[in-house]
């Protein structure tokens, strides 16, 4: 197998070969703090009208720590980075069914309306896919860890009588 020359290219075989930890921790950071952001606003908006709604203002942002130490920390991408991972696919199926429930408390019920103008539906669904990612991430392999083939073993002679 040829060995990549781009960063692309590089990019392609790491998600080929399951090598994309670092980078999926470090989305799951990133993605963390847009969307604490994002649910800060809309529930802020809300004027924070039931106490549930500042879970996740309260939990998403532990997945940037989390996410951070997951790509320069193997042992953090699959400890740290699981926990707070798995706590915010819970609190996002847990605020997907409050806002259906929102939705149909509202007068009339599940109208074409009250989906439109009532919480948004499958905006927690967000959230849990920035959880998602990191457990995802917390199974796949690093991206820094080099491939055996092609590459001299440690503690090998690159050449007869030359060690590195």
């Given at each position: 197998?040829?060995?990549?020359?781009?960063?692309?290219?590089?990019?392609?075989?790491?998600?080929?070969?399951?090598?994309?930890?670092?980078?999926?921790?470090?989305?799951?950071?990133?993605?963390?703090?847009?969307?604490?952001?994002?649910?800060?606003?809309?529930?802020?908006?809300?004027?924070?009208?039931?106490?549930?709604?500042?879970?996740?203002?309260?939990?998403?942002?532990?997945?940037?720590p989390a996410g951070v130490a997951g790509v320069f920390s193997k042992r953090a991408a699959h400890t740290v980075l699981p926990v707070a991972s798995a706590l915010i696919v819970a609190n996002?199926?847990?605020?997907?069914?409050?806002?259906?429930?929102?939705?149909?408390?509202?007068?009339?019920?599940?109208?074409?309306?009250?989906?439109?103008?009532?919480?948004?539906?499958?905006?927690?669904?967000?959230?849990?896919?920035?959880?998602?990612?990191?457990?995802?991430?917390?199974?796949?392999?690093?991206?820094?860890?080099?491939?055996?083939?092609?590459?001299?073993?440690?503690?090998?002679?690159?050449?007869?009588?030359?060690?590195?």
């Amino acid at each position: 197998m040829a060995r990549p020359t781009s960063w692309l290219e590089r990019a392609v075989s790491d998600v080929r070969t399951g090598r994309f930890e670092q980078t999926l921790a470090g989305l799951t950071a990133a993605g963390a703090a847009v969307t604490t952001a994002e649910i800060y606003l809309a529930h802020d908006g809300a004027s924070f009208g039931n106490k549930l709604m500042w879970w996740p203002v309260a939990i998403l942002p532990a997945a940037v720590p989390a996410g951070v130490a997951g790509v320069f920390s193997k042992r953090a991408a699959h400890t740290v980075l699981p926990v707070a991972s798995a706590l915010i696919v819970a609190n996002g199926l847990q605020g997907t069914w409050l806002h259906w429930r929102g939705v149909a408390q509202r007068p009339g019920g599940v109208t074409r309306y009250n989906l439109e103008a009532g919480p948004p539906l499958f905006a927690p669904l967000l959230a849990t896919v920035v959880g998602g990612m990191g457990l995802l991430a917390a199974v796949l392999r690093r991206e820094d860890r080099a491939p055996r083939h092609g590459r001299p073993r440690a503690g090998r002679s690159l050449r007869a009588g030359r060690r590195r």
